[in-house]
């Protein structure tokens, strides 16, 4: 069975760093493009970064380009999210996600991280 | 990168039929048959409903059909039912960030 589990609830203060992540189970982790999206409090989807584990090719958002670093421990199968100093709208929820094999979608996604930055 | 343009809400009765529409450009909905179709119950993960503009993941209801014209993709979703209440989003490739972008999302609001 295909899961991926994301790393719990935080909560920092601005300027903080925090990594999240997203362990993976029931597949080939790195023939699988992994991505990362973010949900703002009551708003929409927006698409932040993907990377395709076996070789860590990378892309991101031009919004989220230098905001953010995505990476990966092949040895664990897990993807993170990494800031290194958080603001306060940074605060939402991040899902994770994998593209599908011989589709370009998304078929399987983690249960989200909630993200709160407050001082 | 401008999100793809959804409706901000549909509504209709049980067992009407509604759709929800995606507009996007040439770089994004236009040039590839890469649009997929998504639903998310609030405090849920989003849940994949449609691939590769029509193709349905096993296990979605045979209620739920994808299409493409142009630039503009949509979802349509018949003998609609009340767990069909529902945020959807739309999200294709795009080529000017060779990444992905989500439509503005649609609340589809059962009668």
């Known amino acids: 069975e295909v899961q991926l589990v994301q790393s719990g609830a935080e909560v920092k203060k601005p300027g903080e760093s925090l990594k999240i992540s997203c362990q993976v189970s029931g597949y080939s982790f790195t023939t699988y493009w992994i991505g990362w999206v973010r949900q703002m409090p009551g708003k929409g989807l927006e698409w932040m970064t993907m990377i395709y584990p076996g070789d860590s090719d990378t892309r991101y958002s031009p919004s989220f380009q230098g905001q953010v670093t995505i990476s990966v421990d092949k040895s664990i199968s897990t993807a993170y999210l990494y800031w290194s100093s958080l603001k306060a709208s940074d605060t939402a929820i991040y899902y994770c996600a994998r593209r599908g094999s011989g589709m370009k979608a998304w078929d399987y996604w983690g249960q989200g991280s909630l993200v709160t930055v407050s001082s | 990168q401008s999100a793809l343009t959804q409706p901000a809400s549909v509504s209709g009765s049980p067992g009407q039929s509604i759709t929800i529409s995606c507009s996007g450009t040439s770089s994004d909905v236009g040039g590839y048959n890469y649009v997929s179709w998504y639903q998310q119950h609030p405090g849920k993960a989003p849940k994949l409903m449609i691939f590769d503009v029509s193709n349905r993941p096993s296990g979605v209801s045979t209620r739920f059909s994808g299409s493409k014209s142009g630039n503009t993709a949509s979802l349509t979703i018949s003998g609609l039912q009340a767990e069909d209440e529902a945020d959807y989003y739309c999200?294709?490739?795009?080529?000017?960030?060779?990444?992905?972008?989500f439509g503005t999302g649609t609340k589809v609001t059962v009668l």
């Open positions: 999200t294709s490739y795009s080529s000017s960030t060779t990444l992905y972008v």
